[in-house]
């Protein structure tokens, strides 16, 4: 199945704005995040669909996952 | 410090070195003060605070407000980002709604806070004021510290910056705090920052200083007539011993000083990427606090700034996390050019967006004039985005210069006029504009303090925060970074972590550090660099009482318990439909949210404070 990732600011600019994504039936979120190589404590933030979700989180066909980098300070 | 190795039971081991300086006569006492608990040992406000609880002041600009500058524990150890120096004392700004001002504190990094340290004192009071101009020389003498106050005539009317050249010049080993026009203006500008010398500024000439901002502690050095102080000693560096090379490394590997590294090492690009990241929700502050879901933000995103500007990565002394973003214009050849503004998400987004201005040139134009005037960027960007909707509400009857959103080169005669004192109704702030004008209800503070740029319908923790919206309660990016709108989270996090922040106010450490303040890198570093052993529990501990012992003198000095902690009514009446997130701050939530808080709070509160006398 197939779903579209954004990603934001620094997670962006190490390797892409938007892609479609291949995965499997009931894959989680947390194995996507390793799938594309990132630190996870790099991604502050991960949104399905644009509402807050858990890294534990099954991903469904056609979702958009946005993820976001940690923010801080002031 | 004394440097006794000490338990948490007894803190009156410690002993500090105080120095009072009687402005009005030039004395000057010093005294070893043994501390009385461990807020005192921790330092920062969790002291300064105890002495402003001590003394009874209707009105900051009176002679009986002192100005405190003193340290943390670790300023001036080797202890990465230990380099903090705080200035204390009641508000000109914050009041409350019966006239009294409110306590506050301001902090800055820069090498100011290692060389005070390094005097030998740990805290400096300044008592009534000068009846001439004076800048005040601390430093390191044959017999211990010693202070002298100056005639300072010619530094009458120069930036911050250009005092702390003029001083540089006189004092080659030396660190300099001083004020900028603004603070000189005292009388018509409350919002005078502190303006502090770094490494990187004394030795290019380029005005790469850092800021005690918030509160107005540089209009209150202003009201005293000191214009300046040096901090002069030599480098008293100390030894970098195996543990604390530890504690050092663990800081850098820890994800939470990551966010703040420079791109090119992997990190985050500094509080920069804040505005991308929040830009996914349309909540980047735009037109005084209201995103229109299309905002044009995406012109001051980093990528799009860098093709106008040289971006260079710069830090505090010694310190490993490069979080300073500094603009350099480009010659014509492509090489570095002259420093156009420092570039973080505050004055980025207070002079950019939220005036409606939004070519990366003019923007670094108001931050830079901002600074050089030594203005909070924070407090002066709000007043004036809180002005321009003023007039594009009525445009049949603007105020002062008539500027609106967008217009650059009047936003930037106002910034002028303010920094000059020729503006006292920027000047004084927002809650006083906006009452003067008799419509509050989209000026944008809490208690008398300008909101930073995160949106109030974001974080209705602004109401519980002691000194400045996100410096002091640690909730502003909760509802983005997690989605979190019940009142039970809200509750949660204002009564457990968030007040916690303030931590790092006391302990003279940089948030950005990134970890919780009980966290046992804190611990290391404090027995190592400090030799005193401090529990983690007990580190929390005091942190909370030093907080709550703020919230209590904000009720002793007026601040009404249910009237003055609350949001602007906009934000309850007129919610913003473009910002993407839950939209759940009502006026019922807000009550909810007090009620329970105080009812965890106020027996907390019961003898945090002393009586007072007379």
Known sequence: ?74 | MSDNKMMSTNPESVVYQRCTIDLATGRADFAAVPCRNLEDVLGGFGRSFQILAERDVANAYSPENPLILNSGLLTGTSVMTGMRSYFSGYSPLKQSGTGRPGAMWSTGSGNFGNKFKWTGLDEVIFENRSEAPVFAVLRDGANGPEVELKPAGHLIGLTGHAKIMALAAEYPDAHFAAIGPAGENWETNYMGAVVMSTDNELKSGEPKSRFAGRGGMGSLMGYKNLLAIVAQSPDKLQKITPEIRDVNRDILKSGGSARFQPTSQGGGGGTWANIEVLQVFHAVPLNNFRPKGCDNVERLFRDEVEREFEVATEACHRCGIRCHNNLFHKNEDGSRGKLAAKFDFEPLILFGSNLGVHNPKEVCDLIHRCDLLGMDAISLGTTIAYLLDYNERHPEAPILNGATFGDYEKIAALIDGAGRGLYPELGRGVKRLSEALGETAYAMHVKGLELPAYLPDTNPGYIFAIAGGHMSMGTHMMLAKEGKHSLDEWVQAITSGGLLQVGYDMIGLCKFVGVGIGHDIIVRAVKEAAGLEIASADILASVRRAYLRGLALELRQGFHEHEEYTLPSQVMDDPNHKVTLPKFITHDFLAQLRERVWSVFKPEMEGLLPVLKG
């Open chain 1, 1 to 74: 199945m197939q779903i579209r990732i954004k990603l934001y600011a620094s997670l962006r600019w190490k390797l892409f704005e938007e892609a479609e994504w291949e995965c499997t039936p009931g894959q989680k979120i947390a194995s996507i995040v390793e799938q594309l190589g990132l630190p996870r404590n790099d991604v502050g933030t991960v949104l399905v669909n644009g509402l807050h979700a858990a890294w534990d989180e099954i991903v469904q066909d056609g979702d958009v996952l946005s993820f976001l980098p940690r923010m801080g300070g002031g």
